[in-house]
């Protein structure tokens, strides 16, 4: 169990390296929508996303937050996303 753990700690880390492009180790909105971007995905999706993965909701998504965010959409979390995708599209 531990191996698989420790797998996806390090796939969540690949992830979050690609998103942080200043390497700083933090992902703001624009690094999101740069990757948003490149892969012609819609722009909302993007804000969506970082919205709910930024929990402290100071504009900075930390690689703690990041792997909080994944470990909560992989482990059924499929409602708080939908909440925050028909919450985002109603406003």
Do not use: H, W
């Not at 819609?42 to 993965?53: G, S």
């Not at 100071?58 to 992989?74: A, P, W």
């Not at 482990?75 to 028909?86: F, H, R, V, W």
């Amino acid at each position: 169990m531990a191996i698989k753990e420790d797998a996806d700690e390090m796939d969540c880390l690949s992830a979050f390296n690609l998103f942080d492009g200043n390497n700083n180790r933090m992902i703001d909105d624009e690094e999101m929508s740069r990757i948003y971007d490149s892969e012609m995905m819609p722009e909302y999706r993007a804000d969506v996303e970082f919205d709910f993965l930024d929990q402290d909701r100071d504009g900075l998504v930390t690689l703690e937050e990041f792997i909080s965010g994944m470990y909560r959409v992989t482990k059924g979390a499929s409602d708080e996303i939908l909440s925050y995708l028909t919450d985002d599209l109603m406003t």
